[in-house]
C-alpha cells in the first residue's frame, strides 16, 4: 500500500527566501506525482504534474523533482512571497497492471508561511 | 473556463436528513471522484466513478452513495446523515484517470 509523507508540517520564512518542500512515497512504482496548493478552507489547485519518465518540471518560480529510486520528491520555491502562504499537498495515484486506477493518495502536506 | 462546480459550498442539516451534494465538471472527463478532507486525517477517497453507470468504493464509502447517470455530474448523497460525517468533501475529475487532476472549490457539511 502506497504511504506519501510531507516534510516539514509548517515552515515559516521571511519573504524573498527560496524553499523546499519535501515529499517522500514508499512505492517507487508510481504513474506519476502531482502538487497541489490549499488556501484556508478552499479547494486544491493543481500546481504541476511529473510523469514517471520526467525529473523534473517548472512552472514560474516553482520547480519539482522527483526521484523514483529514493522515493522523493521536491517542490522548490524561488523568491518565496506572503501570497505563497497554504498548504502544500503532493498526491500519486494507485497503479496496477501497469496504468493507473485513479485513486489518489494524497500527503498530510506543509503548512507554508510567508512574513512580509 | 475547465471546472469542477460543486454545489452547495456551505451546509449544516440535521442527523437523519438526507441531502445531495451536487458535482459537475465540462471538461468530458470520463474518472470522477469524490473525498473528504479532515485534520490529521487527511483526505481520503470516498467513491469514484471511471464513466458513465460504473462506479466504486474508495477508501471510506460508508453511509454514503453515488450515481454516474451522465458524464458530467456525479452528485454525492448521504442517505441519513450522522455527526462524523461533517466534513470538508471535494469532487474531482481527470481524464485519462490519473492525469491532471482537477479539484472542486468544496463542500463544508456540519451535521447537528
Known amino acids: 500500500k502506497q504511504e506519501v509523507t510531507q516534510i516539514p508540517a509548517a515552515l515559516s520564512v521571511p519573504e524573498g527566501e527560496n524553499l523546499v518542500l519535501n515529499c517522500s512515497f514508499t512505492?517507487?512504482?508510481?504513474?506519476?506525482l502531482q502538487w497541489f496548493r490549499q488556501d484556508p478552507g478552499k479547494g486544491l489547485t493543481s500546481l504541476l504534474l511529473?510523469?514517471?519518465?520526467?525529473r523534473e518540471q517548472t512552472s514560474g518560480r516553482l520547480n519539482a523533482s522527483l526521484d523514483k529510486s529514493s522515493g522523493r520528491s521536491t517542490l522548490y520555491i524561488a523568491a518565496s512571497q506572503p501570497g505563497d502562504s497554504a498548504t502544500y499537498l503532493c498526491?500519486?495515484?494507485?497503479?496496477?497492471?501497469?496504468?493507473?486506477?485513479?485513486?489518489?493518495?494524497f500527503g498530510q502536506g506543509t503548512i507554508l508561511t510567508v512574513h512580509p | 473556463e475547465a471546472q469542477v462546480t460543486q454545489n452547495p459550498r456551505y451546509l449544516i442539516t440535521v442527523t437523519g436528513k438526507k441531502l445531495t451534494v451536487t458535482c459537475s465538471q465540462n471538461?468530458?472527463?470520463?474518472?470522477m471522484s469524490w473525498y473528504r478532507q479532515d485534520p490529521g486525517l487527511g483526505l481520503r477517497q470516498i467513491y469514484y466513478?471511471?464513466?458513465?453507470?460504473?462506479?466504486d468504493k474508495g477508501d471510506v464509502p460508508e453511509g454514503y452513495k453515488v450515481s454516474r447517470k451522465e458524464k458530467r455530474n456525479f452528485p454525492l448523497i448521504l442517505e441519513s446523515p450522522s455527526p462524523n460525517q461533517t466534513s470538508l468533501y471535494f469532487c474531482?475529475?481527470?481524464?485519462?484517470?490519473?492525469?491532471?487532476?482537477?479539484f472542486g472549490s468544496g463542500t463544508r457539511l456540519t451535521v447537528v
Open positions: 471538461m468530458n472527463h470520463e474518472y
Open positions: 474531482a475529475s481527470s481524464f485519462p484517470r490519473g492525469q491532471n487532476y482537477t
Open positions: 466513478s471511471m464513466n458513465v453507470e460504473v462506479t
Open positions: 512505492d517507487s512504482a508510481i504513474y506519476n
Open positions: 498526491a500519486t495515484p494507485g497503479m496496477a497492471g501497469g496504468t493507473s486506477y485513479g485513486k489518489l493518495t
Open positions: 511529473i510523469q514517471s519518465s520526467q
